[in-house]
């Protein structure tokens, strides 16, 4: 088992910037990937960067492209999600998440963060 604790988020005005933090512990030599992801209400959740833990790789959403960055420390087992230029519509309950080897995708999730942009 993975285990994924979040921290960052709040409450802030568009254009401003956050940044949200995820450590991850436990079974963490099973991780291949860790990501953020997102969830407004009535929507899916869905991918917004990822940090390959074999490679130091990332990958970024074309909706945030630009405005967000994704950082991985393998040492410390952690991701970091940097924020900026926020807007409304990154209004979500923000999700870390583990991708382990052998599963088929991200199932390990971190408790859930809210960030919360307003006009």
């Known amino acids: 088992q993975v285990q994924l604790v979040q921290s960052g988020g709040g409450l802030v005005q568009a254009g401003a910037s956050l940044r949200l933090s995820c450590v991850a512990s436990g079974r963490i030599f099973t991780v291949y990937k860790m990501a953020w992801f997102r969830q407004a209400p009535g929507n899916e959740r869905e991918f917004v960067a990822d940090?390959?833990?074999?490679?130091?790789?990332?990958t970024i959403a074309d909706a945030v492209k630009g405005r967000f960055t994704i950082t991985g420390d393998n040492a410390k087992n952690t991701i970091d999600l940097q924020m900026n230029l926020l807007q409304p519509e990154d209004t979500a309950v923000y999700y870390c998440g583990a991708y382990v080897y052998g599963r088929p995708y991200y199932d390990n999730w971190g408790q859930g963060t809210q960030v919360t942009v307003s006009s």
């Open positions: 940090f390959d833990r074999t490679n130091g790789h990332t």
